[in-house]
């Protein structure tokens, strides 16, 4: 099991679980933030910091946004699991579904 970032992220990206997260898993994309399903090791300590409310355990994903458990494991088909996110730097590409979103969360 692991955690998942979903659609309140997008175009968001706070990182306050980046900075919260003991084994560094959670991976910036262009647009939103990924965590790493094998990398992370289910704390939870991301989950309460995330201003956006984007943070689920996988079997509390709600239903509407069930799409991004899967835009979060396959963001690391090419990329694998380079074992931490900060010696990996932002990536300048998202997940296809993400991808093609219309701008989110507009102020």
């Not at 998942?4 to 910036?28: F, G, L, M, S, W």
């Not at 946004?65 to 990536?91: C, E, H, I, M």
Request: a negative charge; one cysteine or more.
């Amino acid at each position: 099991m692991t955690y998942v970032i979903a659609q309140p992220c997008v175009d968001v990206k706070d990182r306050a679980c980046v900075d919260e997260c003991p084994v560094d898993c959670i991976y910036e994309g262009a647009r939103t933030l990924y965590i790493h399903p094998e990398e992370c090791v289910d704390c939870g300590a991301c989950e309460p910091v995330c201003p956006t409310e984007a943070i689920f355990y996988e079997d509390d994903l709600p239903e509407q946004w069930s799409d991004y458990y899967r835009a979060n494991v396959d963001f690391f088909k090419d990329l694998g699991s380079p074992g931490g996110a900060q010696r990996t730097g932002a990536q300048d590409f998202d997940d296809e579904m993400i991808a093609a979103l219309p701008p989110q969360n507009a102020q």
